[in-house]
């Protein structure tokens, strides 16, 4: 009898690289000219990125600032949850963006109607944040692998653990 094949759907971030990202987005802050005598400042806090400026304006340019930083080191967007921006000590304005991780219950519902619906020889459960994905064939997961890239679910997806 043939085993059956699996992959997990994860959706995690890469914490070393996020902290690379927000160092050179700080040290970036600290050359440009137009940052100058300026209170604005990007810090790493265990799930979330604090950013703080003088105004919404230049909060903006640090959002940016920041956004680039995360793309070039392979971070999705995605994974970014904005706070509002609101006003702080010192005539700033400050700002909260939670790193997103693992699957919520409801995305994980909605990605399993869709293998559930494409009618690919698969079965899928939720453990915990992630989907356990199993099949006879391989070409199937394969095949589910391509479906859920092309769908959209609001959050960035990684397929690990094929076997």
């Known amino acids: 009898m043939a085993k059956d094949s699996s992959f997990d759907i994860v959706s995690k971030v890469d914490m070393p690289e996020v902290t690379n990202a927000v160092q050179q987005a700080q040290k970036e802050l600290v050359q440009r000219f137009d940052f100058k005598n300026s209170k604005s400042s990007i810090k790493l806090e265990e799930d979330k990125i604090v950013l703080i400026s003088d105004d919404d304006f230049k909060l903006t340019n640090v959002v940016d600032i920041l956004e680039s930083k995360l793309v070039k080191r392979g971070i999705s967007l995605r994974a970014l949850e ?3 921006s609101q006003a702080a000590a010192g005539d700033t304005v400050r700002q909260e963006v939670k790193l997103v991780q693992g699957i919520v219950q ?15 020889k698969v079965s ?4 915990g944040d992630e989907i356990r994905v199993t099949g ?15 769908e959209d679910f609001g959050i960035e997806l990684q397929f690990i653990n094929f076997r």
């Not at 899928?124 to 453990?127: D, L, R, Y």
């Not at 391989?138 to 092309?150: G, H, N, P, S, T």
Request: no cysteine; aromatic share 2%.
């Open 82 to 84: 904005y706070g509002k």
């Open 106 to 120: 409801e995305k994980s519902k909605l990605i399993n109607k869709v293998l559930k619906e494409s009618k690919l």
């Open 124 to 127: 899928s459960s939720i453990q």
């Open 136 to 150: 006879k064939n391989k070409d199937d997961l394969q095949a589910a692998i391509a479906l859920l890239r092309k």
